[in-house]
């Protein structure tokens, strides 16, 4: 796994955010491990799974936990962000 796979998963990330008007992690430290476990997930096993939860292991069942994942809109609507903390809502003006 390269920069350039960590900054393009960052990029994937940022398009998703700004479509959904969400904003990334401002927490520097913890968006670049989310990154970095993603980018890494995307290389070793084919798809973006979250690095936070478990994977079952099969596939079909798993493709719920690819990011963005199904739990996240409701994670960020309840809690602020996701369970990673990649994404947050957007604080009111
Ligand atoms: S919890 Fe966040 S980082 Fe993990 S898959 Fe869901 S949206 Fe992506």
Do not use: W
């Not at 994937?12 to 970095?36: C, F, I, M, P, T």
Request: proline share 3%.
């Amino acid at each position: 796994m390269t920069e350039e796979d960590i900054e393009a998963t960052r990029a994937e990330a940022k398009a998703y955010a700004k479509e959904k008007g969400y904003v990334l992690n401002v927490d520097e430290k913890q968006l670049s491990a989310v990154l970095r476990g993603l980018a890494r997930n995307k290389e070793r096993l084919g798809a973006a799974y979250c690095p936070c939860r478990l994977r079952s292991g099969d596939p079909e069942k798993d493709r719920i936990i690819v990011c963005p994942c199904l739990y996240h809109e409701q994670e960020i609507e309840e809690q602020g962000s996701c369970h990673c903390r990649l994404f947050f809502k957007k604080k009111a003006e």
